[in-house]
């Protein structure tokens, strides 16, 4: 990939110099700025403001790729209403196909409590270990 970057390319970030966080993630470019670039993580882990020399080419996709190819985890907002799958270790209210609602979403980890509580617990779940339910079909 040039050093020319435009707004709306996927790059990934060079793994030997970031967090763990950022492994392995792609990025949309926000912002070009003359010495960084303003990146939004396509798995929802957040927003960074990165150095060009840590810019590297998306990883498993081709280097000519744009964002309108990619599909971006979209947030889920407080409230929503979701499904468990996934669960290795089943426990107390932790059990594939149970119902709950999503509290906080922090990107690639969601914070997600039971339909209709359980003594305040809640879980801190991967977010590919949930699935969207429309809440007309649950009434159903």
Known sequence: MTNAYNVDDIVSLDAELITPK???????VLKVNPKTLKLQALNGAGVVNADKFLIQPPIGLPADVRVEDVPIAEHLACGTLVRLNGVRQEKGWMRNGNLGVVLKDNGDRINV????????????????????????TVLA
């Open 22 to 28: 950022f492994r392995g993630v792609n990025f949309k």
């Open 113 to 136: 409590a039971p339909l209709g509580g359980h003594e305040d617990r809640y879980a801190k779940l991967p977010r590919r270990m949930v699935t969207v339910v429309d809440p007309q």
